[in-house]
């Protein structure tokens, strides 16, 4: 999902010897990526107010009024900093415009926006599936997957964001840990629990163990 890093370090370069276009191209390259994260946790109430194209030119004009004081201190990946931009601007307009619900902000995501990442959802069906949940006709996949996103918002905030880090935003497990500040092996154990509770509430909690 995030651009590959090696053409996005030639940009950041660029910028900083002064090549006034780089910093667009730079915002332009990460545009999609960071569409698609918001159209992922922007949820349904906010949606209907605000234009997610808005959200993203609006984090995409922070990252480029912070972009020198990012560079003077880059303590992590451009993609990783400017996710985490996008995140602090989902959180912020779900506490204004949902400010008289109890539930945490982060809970409150579209859901059904992940559902419509066609590849995401077949790669995650493919790692939960076991003898039992594996459809047994093409036609049955859109209720696999239907169940399985109903599964991942069952699960605690914790276990359901690293979930979604992983198989939606396609991050690594290093890029993972870096983002939510844990050691390595500690977010792999993490996203190991997300995966062994996904596969409990659908039912498969005997294939995993038989791995």
């Known amino acids: 999902m995030w651009p590959e890093g090696e053409q996005t370090q030639e940009l950041l370069k660029n910028v900083a010897d002064g090549d006034k276009s780089a910093m667009n191209r730079l915002m332009d390259r990460h545009r999609d990526a960071v569409r698609r ?15 997610a194209s808005d959200v ?10 912070r972009l020198n004081d990012y560079m003077q201190n880059p303590s992590m990946p451009f993609h ?14 779900h506490r204004r415009h949902r400010a008289a619900k109890r539930r945490s902000v982060d809970r409150e995501q579209n859901l059904s926006g992940l559902g419509s990442d066609d590849q995401s959802a077949a790669d995650l069906a493919a790692l939960l599936k076991d003898a039992e949940l594996t459809p047994a006709a093409a036609a ?9 996103l109903v599964a991942l918002d069952q699960l605690e ?55």
Do not use: C, T
Request: hydrophobic content about 45%; aromatic content about 4%.
């Open 80 to 93: 990783l900093w400017l996710r985490q931009l996008a995140k602090d601007r989902i959180i912020d307009m």
């Open 157 to 211: 905030e914790n276990d359901r964001e690293i979930v979604i880090m992983r198989h939606f935003e396609h991050l690594g497990n290093s890029e993972v840990a870096e983002a939510l500040k844990l050691s390595a092996p500690a977010a792999g154990m993490r996203y190991l629990r997300a995966i062994r509770r996904l596969r409990e509430l659908l039912g498969g909690e005997e294939s995993m163990d038989g791995q």
């Open 140 to 148: 049955l996949r859109k209720e696999m997957e239907e169940r399985f």
């Open 56 to 65: 993203v030119q609006d984090v995409l004009m922070e990252a480029s009024q």
């Open 37 to 51: 994260m918001i159209q992922m946790r922007l949820d349904h109430a906010v949606a209907r107010r605000v234009d």
